[in-house]
């Protein structure tokens, strides 16, 4: 889904909007909520679907809220497709609590500790994001390319 283009369903949408009298939802690649703004305010759907946007970040309404910053799903398709193509749980790369929310859940640390993330990449950054969360003092150390 990577090499398709955003919006990549709108035309369609659109068709369908024409013939009918009914709200018609588009779905796939809107990724931002700004980009789904854009839609509704062009009047080419009704409604927006957002599918993988919401296992990066399913806070999203309530960060739209409350003005804080969402994470953007990357549209890799490595901890979601992949893994549930491979019988695996579902998962997001840019989400550590992705999966099953009774067992997968950041949880504060008993003993802080000053850890250091050598690689600001996305695993390096979502390993920094969960140790932030559970209370540990984090230092990212970014990797000099030469
Ligand atoms: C993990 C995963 C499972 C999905 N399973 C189905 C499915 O069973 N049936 C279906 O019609 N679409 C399925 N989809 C497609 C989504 O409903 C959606 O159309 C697609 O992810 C594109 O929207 P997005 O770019 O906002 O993710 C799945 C998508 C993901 C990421
Ligand atoms: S793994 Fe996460 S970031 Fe990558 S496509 Fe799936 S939901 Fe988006």
Redesign the pocket.
């Given at each position: 889904m990577g090499a398709v283009p955003y919006n990549w369903i709108l035309g369609a949408c659109e068709k369908v909007k024409s013939v009918v009298s009914c709200p018609v939802a588009t779905v796939g690649r809107v990724v931002s909520v700004e980009a789904g703004e854009k839609i509704l305010e062009d009047g080419t759907a009704d409604i927006i679907g957002y599918g993988?946007s919401l296992?990066?970040d399913p806070d999203i309404a309530n960060k739209v809220e409350n003005g804080e910053c969402i994470r953007e799903?990357?549209?890799?398709?490595?901890?979601?497709?992949d893994a549930i193509q491979s019988r695996r749980y579902l998962?997001?790369?840019?989400?550590a609590e992705?999966g099953d929310e009774e067992t997968i859940f950041i949880q504060p640390c008993t003993e802080t500790k000053n850890i250091a993330i050598v690689g600001a990449s996305l695993a390096g950054l979502e390993a920094a994001r969960v140790a932030y969360k559970r209370g540990h003092t984090v230092t990212v150390l970014k990797n000099q390319i030469v």
């Open positions: 993988r296992l990066t799903c990357l549209n890799c398709n490595k901890g979601c497709v998962s997001c790369v840019l989400n992705n």
